[in-house]
């Protein structure tokens, strides 16, 4: 059994481009491998859509598709630079530490210490090994290999709401995963807008900070039936000078329609960051490292 621990801490640091097509081969074990026998259980990274798989349904996203890091040969994501902040973003910005820079033993972050949700949108961009899509009468339902969570985009026209957070008796508590509606631009672009958001997530790996009343969009596009790409919008004028785009990440449609369990375990990060992470110690000289 592969240990839930490696994707918490391996994984956030964008090191498992390799691993998961080993790790796919060498589970099996050797009577399987000799024989090329396939359990309907497992997801296969060698396992790829071939083409583009013809024309895309329209409106539809059902299905599972694979992302950076799966093994599918899906390109790796690639985060952009952040507008100019306000004098308030700098300081939630400058507060973060994130785990490419300081390490296990130096980073404040939240998921990496403690297995807190990852929240929208990094949930769009960090540990997305696989995602798939459900549609019900009034809502496509988002699932979530990483952590086994998944999200409400409500598609009945209700509009966001306005009062997340507040001390009215009918104001909305804060989410990890916002307040989410959506609607179809044309057949085959989904538009999700999310607002209510929790403010101890980060938007991205990189420490961005968010307020509660950030705007989120994620425009979701079904380019070919095997094609999928998520571009990603945050617009937090407290923080931020401007909207800005934080990057597209791209999937693969997953033939056996299969993804694994990608769980970060708090009593094995403990774990961890007391017998390794910890012990290791942190750069000092992370804080002054340049583009900081």
């Given at each position: 059994?592969?240990?839930?621990?490696?994707?918490?801490?391996v994984?956030?640091?964008?090191?498992?481009?390799?691993?998961?097509?080993?790790?796919?081969?060498?589970?099996?074990?050797?009577?399987?491998?000799?024989?090329?026998?396939?359990?309907?259980?497992?997801?296969?990274?060698?396992?790829?859509?071939?083409?583009?798989?013809?024309?895309?349904?329209?409106?539809?996203l059902?299905?599972?598709?694979?992302?950076?890091?799966?093994?599918?040969?899906?390109?790796?994501f690639?985060?952009?630079?952040?507008?100019?902040?306000?004098?308030?973003?700098?300081?939630?910005?400058?507060a973060?530490?994130?785990?490419?820079?300081?390490?296990?033993?130096?980073?404040?972050?939240?998921?990496?210490?403690?297995?807190?949700?990852?929240?929208?949108?990094?949930?769009?961009?960090?540990?997305?090994?696989?995602?798939?899509?459900?549609?019900?009468?009034?809502?496509?339902?988002?699932?979530?290999?990483?952590q086994?969570?998944?999200?409400?985009?409500?598609?009945?026209?209700?509009?966001?709401?306005?009062?997340?957070?507040?001390?009215?008796?009918?104001?909305?508590?804060?989410?990890?995963?916002?307040?989410?509606v959506g609607?179809?631009e044309?057949?085959?672009?989904?538009?999700?807008?999310?607002t209510?958001?929790?403010?101890?997530?980060w938007?991205?790996?990189?420490?961005?900070?968010h307020?509660?009343?950030?705007?989120?969009?994620?425009?979701?596009?079904?380019?070919?039936?095997?094609?999928?790409?998520?571009?990603?919008?945050?617009?937090?004028p407290?923080?931020?000078?401007?909207?800005?785009?934080?990057?597209?990440v791209y999937?693969?449609?997953?033939?056996?329609?299969e993804?694994?369990?990608?769980?970060?375990?708090?009593s094995?990060?403990?774990?961890?960051?007391?017998?390794?992470?910890?012990?290791?110690?942190?750069?000092?000289?992370?804080?002054q490292?340049?583009?900081?």
């Amino acid at each position: 059994m592969k240990n839930p621990l490696t994707y918490a801490i391996v994984g956030l640091a964008g090191m498992l481009a390799c691993s998961a097509m080993l790790l796919a081969q060498t589970d099996l074990p050797k009577t399987q491998q000799a024989s090329g026998v396939r359990s309907p259980w497992k997801y296969y990274p060698a396992d790829r859509a071939v083409g583009d798989g013809g024309p895309a349904p329209k409106r539809d996203l059902s299905g599972t598709w694979a992302g950076p890091l799966s093994g599918a040969g899906v390109p790796v994501f690639r985060e952009e630079p952040a507008p100019p902040m306000t004098p308030m973003g700098k300081q939630l910005f400058d507060a973060n530490k994130p785990l490419g820079k300081y390490s296990p033993a130096g980073t404040n972050d939240p998921t990496v210490r403690y297995c807190d949700p990852l929240g929208v949108p990094q949930s769009d961009l960090s540990e997305i090994q696989g995602i798939a899509f459900a549609t019900m009468p009034n809502r496509i339902v988002m699932l979530l290999e990483f952590q086994d969570t998944w999200r409400e985009i409500w598609m009945d026209g209700r509009a966001l709401p306005t009062n997340v957070g507040g001390t009215g008796k009918d104001s909305l508590d804060p989410r990890y995963n916002g307040y989410s509606v959506g609607h179809w631009e044309d057949d085959y672009t989904l538009v999700v807008d999310t607002t209510g958001l929790d403010e101890r997530t980060w938007a991205s790996k990189s420490g961005y900070p968010h307020t509660v009343d950030a705007h989120v969009q994620e425009r979701i596009t079904r380019m070919d039936h095997n094609d999928l790409k998520v571009t990603i919008t945050l617009d937090d004028p407290k923080l931020y000078t401007k909207p800005f785009v934080i990057g597209t990440v791209y999937f693969r449609w997953v033939p056996n329609q299969e993804i694994s369990e990608r769980l970060c375990v708090p009593s094995e990060v403990l774990e961890y960051l007391k017998e390794m992470g910890d012990p290791a110690g942190s750069d000092p000289s992370a804080g002054q490292a340049p583009g900081r």
